[in-house]
């Protein structure tokens, strides 16, 4: 290796990172804008929001997973905002450790933030992954209308809200909840990642709506209008240019290299072809 | 314990589960909610066997001095911390301020910055996989490079475009082929709790 490419390979990592932690310091809106894309996706959260009744108690399957969760928290966040604003009661319950770890976080952001106590409760955390899940389906129950139950006991919900991670995600709930409990309306958060995983389950309506990529999340937190309660969601939007500047830095490494071993396979094929 | 005792111990609560969702008989439900808190017990006894042999290894590494006793002092001073602000005397578990506090100031940020640090990573590791001369590598890093430029937040006819083909991608090919490997595996499952429990083609042959 010369020695330019050696202070390239180098230096290349810490010189992306400072280039988009500065991107990120940037204003927001400095014409790119996320939300301006297909809001299909909002348009499904807010028609199965629109959906609830009065004071509608949801299950929040909090089981979202460190890696991916700083995608998908400007959006969870707003949407907690807003069910808490159409008065809804949020019983936060919690599959996997991590899912825990990070129920721990918003439950606390949200005692600081000063979200009415009475409408949030805490089920805590159930181990046992699918088995747990079987468990809750069969557990859920009815309870007084409108009702809070206290921790250790289950709700009778109107909808479930689940924060999908790797471990334990939208796929799980619908396969092990939705056929014990089918009139239970499953909306979902959820990394792109598993996009492909769960578009089937979004397009034969085992999900009632799906927010799974950084513009549908946007194009959602945009049509929101929260009044006092706009305290609980983000006060700044991710930035785009730290997401446009980071995906074509991959699109340049990666073409790079494909470039290079386009080459490489070119000059094989030419060599036989000569000899 | 024979080979075949475990799948054949899975396919029956898996098939008296399947019957309890079927059927409403209040003995068969009873039934299939032993079996469901048996596992959930077993799985919770797992997670805390783990708990505890990851703190004697990591004791372990630091009373030897063998490995990275600087990692291993701070993953027990970690638990330690953790277990101090849930269990000590007047605390309120994992709802605990203090548990809160390690959690949202320290745990959460952490970790989340080290998997932060795999954007730098998985693309020096899809440079170095194509230096081989491997097919696969080339495909899936091409097929990498084609959704990273469909996912590019840019708006306008461009933006419009690529929303709609990245959308196209999702439910053709890629819903087809995930479509067919969920049926796949579901009849796989379906075919091989049969054959378990009919006792055809088992392990032990």
Redesign the interface.
């Known amino acids: 290796m010369s020695d330019r490419r050696a202070i390239l390979s180098r230096m290349g990592?810490p010189v992306?990172?400072l280039v988009l932690a500065g991107a990120v310091l940037l204003p927001a809106d400095i014409g790119?804008?996320?939300d301006?894309?297909?809001s299909s996706a909002s348009r499904g959260v807010n028609v199965a929001l629109d959906q609830l009744p009065e004071d509608p108690m949801v299950l929040v399957g909090f089981d979202p997973d460190?890696?991916?969760?700083?995608e998908l928290r400007p959006t969870v966040r707003a949407l907690l905002g807003d069910l808490l604003g159409r008065g809804a009661n949020l019983a936060f319950i919690s599959l996997t450790?991590e899912g825990?770890?990070?129920a721990?976080?918003e439950?606390?952001?949200l005692a600081r933030l000063e979200a009415n106590p009475g409408q949030i409760v805490?089920l805590?955390?159930?181990?046992?992954?699918e088995?747990?899940l079987?468990?809750l389906a069969?557990g859920l129950g009815p309870t007084a209308a409108g009702a809070l139950v206290g921790p250790g006991e289950l709700p009778d919900p109107d909808m479930a809200l689940v924060i999908g991670g790797n471990d334990l995600g939208p796929r799980s709930w619908v396969e092990q909840v939705t056929?014990?409990r089918e009139s239970l309306e499953i909306v979902a958060v959820a990394p792109?990642v598993l996009?492909?995983?769960l578009?089937?389950y979004l397009?034969s309506g085992q999900l009632a709506a799906l927010l799974a990529?950084?513009?549908d999340g946007a194009a959602y937190r945009a049509t929101l209008e929260l009044g006092p309660l706009e305290r609980l969601v983000e006060p700044t939007e991710p930035s785009?240019l730290a997401?446009?500047l980071?995906?074509?830095?991959?699109?340049v490494?990666?073409?790079q290299?494909?470039g290079?071993?386009f080459a490489s396979a070119m000059r094989v094929f030419g060599s036989r072809e000569a000899s | 314990m024979r080979r075949s005792t475990i799948p054949a111990l899975v396919a029956v609560v898996g098939v008296l589960?399947l019957t309890d969702?079927l059927l409403v008989n209040a003995s068969l439900?009873e039934i299939a909610?032993v079996a469901?808190?048996a596992?959930?017990?077993v799985?919770?006894g797992a997670?805390l066997a783990a708990v505890a042999s990851l703190a004697l290894r990591r004791a372990g590494d630091l009373v030897r001095r063998r490995g990275d006793s600087i990692g291993a002092a701070f993953v027990l001073g970690g638990m330690a911390a953790l277990l101090i602000a849930g269990l000590r005397p007047g605390a309120t578990g994992?709802?605990d301020?203090a548990?809160?506090?390690l959690?949202?100031a320290l745990?959460?940020p952490i970790?989340?910055t080290?998997?932060?640090l795999?954007?730098?990573t998985t693309?020096?590791a899809?440079?170095r996989s194509?230096a081989t001369p491997s097919r696969e590598a080339?495909v899936l890093?091409?097929a990498?490079?084609v959704v990273?430029?469909l996912?590019?937040?840019?708006?306008g006819g461009i933006?419009?475009w690529l929303?709609?083909a990245a959308?196209w991608m999702?439910?053709v090919p890629?819903?087809a082929v995930?479509?067919g490997m969920?049926v796949g595996v579901a009849i796989l499952a379906a075919v091989l709790a049969a054959r378990t429990v009919l006792g055809v083609g088992t392990t032990d042959e």
């Open positions: 990592p992306l990172l790119l804008r996320l301006r894309a297909d460190l890696g991916t969760y700083a450790p825990r770890a990070l721990i976080g439950l606390d952001r805490d805590g955390f159930l181990p046992g992954a088995a747990a079987v468990a069969r056929p014990r792109t996009l492909p995983d578009q089937p397009a990529t950084p513009r785009s997401i446009l980071g995906i074509l830095a991959a699109i490494v990666l073409g290299a494909i290079v071993r | 589960l969702l439900a909610g469901i808190d596992a959930i017990l799985a919770a997670a994992s709802s301020p548990v809160g506090w959690v949202s745990l959460i970790g989340a080290l998997f932060a795999l954007f730098v693309l020096a899809s440079r194509l080339t890093v091409t990498a490079l990273l430029v996912l590019l937040p840019i708006g933006g419009a929303s709609g959308g999702l439910e890629i819903g995930f479509r969920l």
